[in-house]
């Protein structure tokens, strides 16, 4: 009923609007007085109202139908200007609704909100900050007389009394704010008011769209958000409205775009193909016409150029995975790959350019893959221009764009291959580091990936990279060593000379293994063929025959076991054992031990760690004799090269994947980098660890509890991680964190955790426990878990983690039997506290079951008396504490007293005073108990002596008086 009422609502509030707007309207005022545009506008202010509160209807129903009705009036013109910010506001609003269908209303509703917006179409807001400073400017120099007087009298006193520029501001915004409201009111119409006006009008409506377009900047992250929703509803309406907001160039959708791009990655085909759709009608095709009219390709071009500039590596991924798609499918006109090539060659934006060919090679080769385009790539990318620009991006592009094309074939008739050569020629010399400045520490760090990109490239084109690489290897063995020894040589052409063995060592792997692949394949394909002639020969040949074929078969499947052997063994043993490389290995090792500190350029330790871990991914041999090398350089790390620890964390993650067994001794020393000091350092630690998990590489028991801890990090990227990996583990059938569970309270509860951050933790873990086995086991292992407690801290902690639990009837019958195992712990309030909530819950399920409401009236009462009995022997405990307190306070004060030396001749009055008093003393010490006997014992053989000299001069026995 409540939604009819709202969309009739709805249509009554666009039927005024159009009365309003109609011509006939100011004759009607003289014939029927209830519709006259004065009570026409009251009545539509009213039901709008009236639409704006329902927006927070109880009903999801009725707040969709809400939202439905002010699309239908943002669409039809109905809204009045003065209302769109605050429709807006409701549709940010509702993002956070926790129904699918009223976020995608709201989605919607910004869309068209953006779509008939009232301020000139674009919503850039800096044509807007500057109008809005010329009106304001223009108000100031035309204040009237009487303000202007207010405001200099105001200031002058505010400059005397020394008040702040905050304040002087203040008061210069009031008295803007006092014109603009004068302006209003204004009733005399001259030429000089009439501008006045007008610019007043200009300022507010300048203010009101930049008003408008902080609505969006500010729920940003809202919408950010909606394009990593779970629910496909809110990604594909968050795709639309980014697009949209693309168009009308809302600052928002920049980054949006950037992130809906990274959803090329999504398992979802429909998303996926949202993505391309919103790419498509971003970037290629006209705005509006729904991707089928396509821009200029000049126009195509420079959008996807403007798009690469502005992109990190990890966007230029998904970038390059959305290209590669529409040029499949033939969505990118192929004049626009002409276009990106003569824009590459008159240098503009070459780099860019080049990295977008590569792209769409990566999918369609022959965009590259021809003598002339290959010729271009020579002169503009690896030329003269180039190296004396040093120009190491162009470079990098031009080597991933080299390495979509087919290895070369050795021809020397043939232009294509002489065109190659040449290149392969070049490539060397920037892999040799022929074009870098051993002065310029920028040169090497933009070299180093140029240089990588150029040994892959090599590896791909050239018909025998093994040689190309030796050669480099040998070339810059002679710049780097060849004039002395390895303290004297520059520490950044060292660097390079580290960087290019242990790049060429992996690629070298990564070679290898693919020839196996490639003579697998072919054995495989001869074996298929051997097995198809062996069973034609079957049917025309007897049996005898077909064991000779049998045995044939055989020795092709022990044959291609042989050649996998031979191929470990050349990994193992050849490539840094015996060959070229292994000469070098020494030289790496004493570089990273860095013995005496006689290697201390940052670059260089970075550049030989990180060579030093690439050979030993390719043998098991040398990683096991090199582990404890790369753990100490990490550890004797110095604190501000981050980057040496966070690239040493990433490489011994490889060194897990590919050894684990070597690697597993050393888990506890790679879960310690997560209380790293630096930020980066930890978030690649736990990436690392969280790939390994996920991948059964590492096992996580036993120093989980590093893991759990960062649910609590100051940095959001590391807390997001770790919830991922426990969400992740969760999913998986046996539910390891039900088994980690126990692991991580015991660590937790003995380590100095805060107890917001302990039960923040326990809250998140134990909301994976969702069986009710597992609850009641779990439970148990809790109450178990009370008599190993040292403190109170540890029970309250312990009876917090079982509030967290689901409680059923059998964890309740738990809880009664073990009542022994936490009777002790009851006098604290805290964990009284905690079993009264369990208690709360239990009760809410012995409504059905008699036995069980009695069971718990039981239970409670016992838990009362214990916890009473518990507070009488706290306080007891604390009265005797105060008494022994006491007591030795007293005792310590007798210890004091001096000793008498000599002992003055007394009157027969004071001996007898005296003698009352030690009589007394010794009463008050016979109840101090048997602490104070030594003492007495003492006193008394002091005193002794001087009872007997005072007796003597009485004339008693002096035995008698002893």
């Not at 993002?95 to 068209?112: E, M, N, P």
């Not at 079993?835 to 239990?842: L, M, R």
């Not at 008093?917 to 006193?939: I, L, V, Y």
Request: glycine share 4%; charged share 30%; hydrophobic share 40%.
């Amino acid at each position: 009923l409540r939604s009819a009422i709202v969309a009739a609502i709805g249509h009554i509030i666009d039927h005024i609007g159009k009365s309003l707007s109609a011509p006939a309207a100011a004759e009607e005022e003289d014939k029927d007085a209830a519709m006259s545009p004065s009570n026409l506008e009251k009545s539509r202010g009213t039901l709008l109202t009236i639409l704006q509160e329902r927006a927070h209807d109880v009903s999801s129903y009725t707040r969709s139908a809400v939202l439905k009705a002010w699309i239908r009036l943002v669409q039809e013109g109905s809204i009045p200007v003065e209302r769109f910010i605050s429709v807006t506001m409701i549709a940010m609003d509702r993002l956070k609704d926790k129904t699918v269908i009223v976020r995608k209303q709201a989605l919607q509703l910004l869309t068209v909100l953006l779509e008939n917006n009232p301020f000139l179409g674009e919503l850039n807001p800096e044509p807007y900050r500057e109008k809005l400073k010329e009106m304001y400017e223009y108000v100031k120099a035309h204040l009237p007389e009487h303000l202007n007087e207010a405001y200099k009298t105001k200031l002058q006193e505010g400059r005397e009394n020394g008040d702040t520029e905050e304040e002087i501001l203040e008061l210069e915004s009031a008295t803007l704010a006092a014109a603009i409201a004068e302006a209003d009111s204004m009733e005399e119409e001259t030429q000089e008011t009439g501008e006045y006006k007008a610019k007043i009008q200009a300022l507010k409506f300048a203010q009101s769209a930049l008003d408008f377009i902080d609505q969006f900047e500010n729920a940003s992250s809202a919408l950010h958000g909606m394009l990593l929703s779970a629910n496909t509803s809110d990604v594909t309406e968050a795709l639309r409205f980014f697009v949209q907001a693309r168009h009308f160039k809302l600052p928002c959708a920049v980054t949006g775009m950037k992130q809906a791009l990274t959803l090329m990655w999504s398992t979802e085909q429909n998303i996926k193909d949202e993505v391309l759709k919103a790419f498509i009608d971003v970037f290629i095709a006209v705005p509006g016409s729904n991707g089928k009219h396509v821009l200029p390709s000049d126009q195509i071009a420079y959008n996807l150029i403007v798009l690469v500039e502005e992109a990190n590596i990890s966007e230029l991924a998904s970038i390059e995975e959305a290209v590669g798609h529409l040029v499949k499918n033939g969505k990118i006109p192929a004049d626009v790959f002409s276009t990106l090539w003569t824009a590459a060659a008159n240098g503009r934006s070459c780099a860019s350019a080049i990295q977008i060919i590569g792209m769409a090679a990566n999918t369609d080769s022959s965009i590259v893959d021809s003598k002339s385009r290959l010729k271009t790539l020579l002169d503009i990318a690896l030329g003269d221009e180039t190296e004396e620009r040093r120009d190491f991006g162009i470079v990098r592009a031009a080597a991933i764009a080299l390495q979509r094309i087919e290895r070369a074939q050795i021809d020397p008739t043939c232009a294509k291959y002489l065109v190659l050569e040449r290149i392969m020629e070049q490539l060397c010399a920037v892999a040799r580091g022929d074009w870098c400045m051993d002065r310029n520490e920028k040169d090497t760090m933009e070299w180093f990936s140029a240089s990588e990109e150029a040994i892959s490239a090599l590896f791909v084109i050239s018909p025998s990279p093994e040689i190309s690489c030796a050669d480099i290897i040998r070339g810059m063995h002679a710049l780097t060593l060849g004039s002395g020894s390895i303290e004297e040589c520059n520490p950044l052409r060292l660097a390079r000379f580290f960087h290019i063995l242990g790049h060429i060592a992996l690629k070298l792997l990564v070679y290898t293994e693919a020839l196996s692949g490639t003579v697998r394949r072919a054995n495989a394909k001869k074996t298929l063929k051997r097995q198809e002639e062996m069973d034609k020969a079957k049917q025309m040949k007897g049996a005898a025959e077909d064991d000779d074929i049998e045995a044939e078969l055989g020795m092709a499947a022990e044959l291609e076991a042989e050649n996998e052997r031979k191929v470990a063994e050349i990994a193992e043993k050849e490539i840094v054992g015996r060959g070229l490389l292994s000469i070098f290995g020494p030289i790496l090792v004493r570089v990273v031990v860095n013995e005496g500190q006689r290697f201390n350029n940052r670059v260089l330790l970075q550049a030989g760690t990180l060579s030093l871990c690439k050979f030993m991914c390719v043998s098991s041999s040398f990683c096991d004799k090199h582990l404890p090398v790369i753990f100490t350089a990490l550890a004797n790390a110095p604190p501000e090269d981050t980057v040496l620890r966070a690239n040493t964390v990433i490489a011994l993650g490889d060194l897990a994947f590919r050894f684990p067994n070597e690697v597993e001794p050393y888990t506890p020393r790679m879960y310690a980098c997560l209380r790293d000091p630096a930020t980066k350092v930890r978030r690649h630690t736990l990436m690392v660890l969280t790939h390994l998990i996920l991948n059964d590489m590492v096992k996580v028991k036993g120093q989980v509890c590093e893991i759990a801890l960062c649910l609590r990090d100051p940095d959001q990227r590391m807390r997001d991680t770790a919830r991922l990996l426990f969400h992740e583990l969760s999913r998986r059938s046996n539910n390891p964190v039900y088994n980690l569970l126990p692991d991580i309270i015991s660590q937790l509860s003995q380590t100095s955790v805060a107890k917001e951050d302990f039960r923040s933790i326990m809250s998140f873990l134990l909301g994976y426990i969702k069986k009710e086995r597992q609850n009641e086991m779990l439970i148990d292992k809790l109450c178990h878990r009370f008599p190993k407690c040292t403190s109170l801290s540890q029970t309250a902690d312990i009876t917090y983690c079982m509030t967290q639990l689901k409680v059923n009837e059998k964890s309740v019958k738990c809880l009664i039997d073990n009542f022994k195992l936490y009777k002790d712990a009851l006098h604290d309030e805290e964990v009284r506290k905690h079993f009264s909530a369990i208690i709360t819950k239990a009760k809410k399920l012995s409504n059905s079951k008699p036995e069980l409401k009695q069971g718990l009236e039981e239970w409670e009462s016992k838990l009362d008396e214990q916890a009473q009995l518990g507070k009488e022997n706290e306080l007891a405990g604390e009265k005797a504490k105060q008494a022994k307190t006491r007591a030795s306070k007293r005792k310590g004060t007798r210890r004091r007293k001096p000793v008498i030396e000599t002992i003055p001749e007394l009157s027969d009055h004071e001996s007898d005073d005296n003698a009352e008093d030690e009589e007394s003393e010794e009463t008050e010490m016979s109840f101090g108990g048997k602490e104070n006997a030594p003492q007495n014992t003492q006193r008394n053989s002091i005193e002794a002596p001087l009872k007997t000299r005072r007796s003597r001069r009485r004339g008693a026995n002096p035995a008698i008086e002893s």
